[in-house]
Every structure is written in structure tokens, then in C-alpha cells.
């Protein structure tokens, strides 16, 4: 059974920093296509931040410079670093993941219906 558990979510200042983690079991992480979403109170899901099967990285225009997506093959996780963080940032943040060893379906951010595995989500609470 494939499972996305996302934690490191929480409360911090304006201009603070925090690392959310991503633990996939039950599939081959390696050379998977993954990214990390956001929705908002009242807003739809975004992407945020994707990465292919062999390490690139896509970003959207909002979290660009402030925001690392990376990988660990060996403990399976994903991971998204979010620095200089706004109240605008605040959401409940969710891994997803294609079928193991799949590829993106395109350059750039992936779309939400792309992903074939999605964790619960965690929430980013940035007060002002």
C-alpha cells in the first residue's frame, strides 16, 4: 500500500523559516516525479514545487528563491525548505507523487490530476 506522510508543519513568524518532510512508503522513490501543493482558506490548490525522476526542479512564480524542493532516495522522503516566509504562505501543504518511476507528464509544475499518490497534508501557519 503506497503511503505520503507529510509533517514539519506548524506555526511560525513572518520572515521565519521551516522544513516540511514527506516519507513515502510501499513504492520506488527513486526516479519518481514528485511535487508539493498548497491550498489556501478559500482557495483552490496550487502547485508549488516539482521535481523529476532525475533532480530538476520547477517552482512557482510566488515562492521562487524562498522555496527548495529536494530528495532523499535513501530515507524515501521528500522534502520542501520554505525560508523568508509570508502570512500569504499559510495553507495546508501536500506531497504527491506520480506511480513509481513515473515521469513527469510535462516541464514545469505538474498538475494536481498528474498525480497519482497524494498525502493528508500538513498546515503552514505564518502570522504577520
Known amino acids: 500500500q503506497v503511503q505520503l506522510v507529510e509533517s514539519g508543519g506548524g506555526s511560525v513568524q513572518a520572515g521565519g523559516s521551516m522544513r516540511l518532510s514527506c516519507v513515502v512508503s510501499?513504492?520506488?522513490?527513486?526516479?519518481?516525479?514528485m511535487g508539493w501543493f498548497r491550498q489556501a482558506p478559500g482557495k483552490e490548490r496550487e502547485g508549488v514545487a516539482s521535481?523529476?525522476?532525475?533532480?530538476?526542479?520547477t517552482y512557482a512564480d510566488s515562492v521562487k528563491g524562498r522555496f527548495t524542493i529536494s530528495q532523499d532516495n535513501a530515507q524515501s522522503t521528500l522534502y520542501l525548505e520554505m525560508n523568508s516566509l509570508k502570512p500569504e504562505d499559510t495553507a495546508t501543504y501536500y506531497c504527491?507523487?506520480?506511480?513509481?518511476?513515473?515521469?513527469?507528464?510535462?516541464?514545469?509544475?505538474?498538475?494536481?490530476?498528474?498525480?497519482?499518490?497524494w498525502g493528508k497534508g500538513t498546515l503552514v501557519t505564518i502570522s504577520s
Open positions: 504527491a507523487a506520480r506511480k513509481s518511476r513515473g515521469l513527469c507528464v510535462r516541464a514545469g509544475l505538474q498538475p494536481e490530476n498528474a498525480m497519482d499518490y
Open positions: 510501499g513504492y520506488t522513490f527513486r526516479g519518481t516525479c
Open positions: 521535481i523529476d525522476g532525475v533532480g530538476r526542479t
